[in-house]
T-cell receptor
Framework: GQNIDQPTEMTATEGAIVQINCTYQ??????LFWYQQHAGEAPTFLSY??LDGLEEKGRFSSFLSRSKGYSYLLLKELQMKDSASYLC??????????WGAGTKLIIKP | SQTIHQWPATLVQPVGSPLSLECTVE??????LYWYRQAAGRGLQLLFY??????ISSEVPQNLSASRPQDRQFILSSKKLLLSDSGFYLC?????????????FGPGTRLTVL
């Protein structure tokens, strides 16, 4: 079967760094997405990785290891507005997104 | 740029009543369109997707149906709502010009069935 695993909840301090991990098992693989979702709002796109390695976009970076079926989202210099759920999703062989349940990130002052 | 409209934003319906949620997309042609449901504190559940007018694929058997009468219009319906149909309904579209399946989401409809 197809499965995405990510922690349910994480807590971090304002100004710190946090890493949210995601492991995936899919029928074929065509890339890995990270989305941010604030409470009561729609998800918004953060990053897409299809090749191994690290992609950096400002305070946010995303890493992929295809051989390990593993990705992480790294958030630096955390701000209170980063409090949200972070959704990991893998694109399978049919180009359908398989979604994780999301990681709720709580930022404390 | 692409925009997705969904209405209504919130809806409270009694069990057994019908449902019609509408999604329209602007700024693109022939997109893939998706209906998702998100229960409170949970991930996204794909309900239906469409690759063109009149073409609907159902991912989860249930009392919901979908239709795509026009290229940029996607409708989610039910003849009789169940309590378990409560949730946050999101319409999504692929983005023109992307060579990967990035999905762009509408603002969502929050449905409460009582």
């Amino acid at each position: 079967g197809q499965n995405i695993d990510q922690p349910t909840e994480m807590t971090a301090t304002e100004g710190a760094i946090v890493q949210i991990n995601c492991t995936y098992q899919t029928s074929g693989f065509n890339g890995l997405f990270w989305y941010q979702q604030h409470a009561g709002e729609a998800p918004t796109f953060l990053s897409y990785n299809v090749l191994d390695g690290l992609e950096e976009k400002g305070r946010f970076s995303s890493f992929l290891s295809r051989s390990k079926g593993y990705s992480y989202l790294l958030l630096k210099e955390l701000q209170m507005k980063d409090s949200a759920s972070y959704l990991c999703a893998a694109l399978d062989s049919n180009y359908q997104l398989i979604w994780g349940a999301g990681t709720k990130l709580i930022i404390k002052p | 740029s692409q925009t997705i409209h969904q209405w209504p934003a919130t809806l409270v319906q009694p069990v057994g009543s019908p449902l019609s949620l509408e999604c329209t997309v602007e700024g693109t042609s022939n997109p893939n369109l998706y209906w998702y449901r998100q229960a409170a504190g949970r991930g996204l559940q794909l309900l239906f997707y469409s690759v063109g007018i009149g073409q609907i694929s159902s991912e989860v058997p249930q009392n919901l149906s979908a239709s795509r009468p026009q290229d940029r219009q996607f409708i989610l319906s039910s003849k009789k709502l169940l309590l378990s149909d409560s949730g946050f309904y999101l319409c999504a579209s692929t983005i023109a010009g992307r060579d990967y399946n990035e999905q762009f989401f509408g603002p969502g409809t929050r449905l409460t069935v009582l």
